[in-house]
């Protein structure tokens, strides 16, 4: 099926803790995402990438990373968790970057720091 | 700064119409977005306005207004799927989405 797929779906952890969601894409999207989003909160992009090899920071980039070695996987590290980064997290992509096309959302992944 | 807003959460009852408004405030502007995201779910795409006008897709319809820095989705004949969040978002001129908190639309039988 062809989409985005995140992984994982759900996970508790511990603070302090290192964690990586992984994100892969097989539509060939050149610009990938990724947004938290909070209750009562608007998604908030926390870093981006254009196209393979270039990354960005977004609107809520601390304590957060993101790598985009090739054009299907954009995975984000939280380097040492933290309980305010218990959130869902959505990855997205988009044809083109900065274009006016529709975004297309993984299913999130629910982290919860404990 | 930046800003979107939107009413926090809706009622409607099944086959009726409801209209959810949106304003925005960004700097510059290059089109609105309108996404539907159903609970647990991730958000899925309904419709994109750049002009002035009433865009119509079936049962949902989607207008905007530029020199008020308003918008609305119109839902028709609703269903009771159609209950769920519809997020607002404006594109601003550096082509960054601004989001709105999202509206929950309850459907009543």
Redesign the interface.
């Known amino acids: 099926i062809a989409g985005i797929t995140q992984a994982p779906t759900s996970q508790i952890l511990a603070a302090g803790r290192r964690m990586t969601l992984r994100c892969t894409q097989d539509m060939r999207h050149n610009a990938m995402y990724w947004y938290r989003q909070d209750l009562g909160l608007g998604l908030r992009l926390i870093h981006y990438s254009n196209t393979a090899g270039t990354t960005g920071k977004g609107e809520v980039p601390d304590g957060y990373s993101v790598s985009r070695a090739n054009t299907d996987d954009f995975p984000l590290t939280l380097a040492s968790a933290v309980p305010s980064q218990t959130s869902v997290y959505f990855c997205a992509s988009s044809v083109l970057a900065g274009d006016t096309g529709e975004l297309f959302f993984g299913e999130g992944s629910r982290l919860t720091v404990l | 700064g930046q800003n979107?807003d939107q009413p926090?959460e809706m009622t409607a009852t099944e086959g009726a119409i409801v209209q959810i408004n949106c304003t925005y405030q960004t700097s510059g502007f290059?089109?609105l977005?309108w996404?539907q995201q159903h609970a647990g779910?991730?958000?899925?795409?309904l419709s994109?306005n750049?002009l002035d006008g009433l865009e119509e897709k079936g049962r949902f319809s989607s207008f905007l207004s530029r020199s008020k820095g308003y918008s609305y989705l119109l839902l028709k004949e609703l269903q009771m799927k159609d209950s769920a969040s519809y997020?607002c978002?404006a594109?601003d001129s550096?082509?960054?989405?601004?989001?709105?908190?999202?509206t929950k639309l309850i459907i009543k039988p």
């Open positions: 979107i926090t290059n089109g977005f996404y779910e991730a958000p899925t795409f994109y750049v997020l978002a594109l550096n082509y960054q989405l601004i989001w709105g908190a999202g």
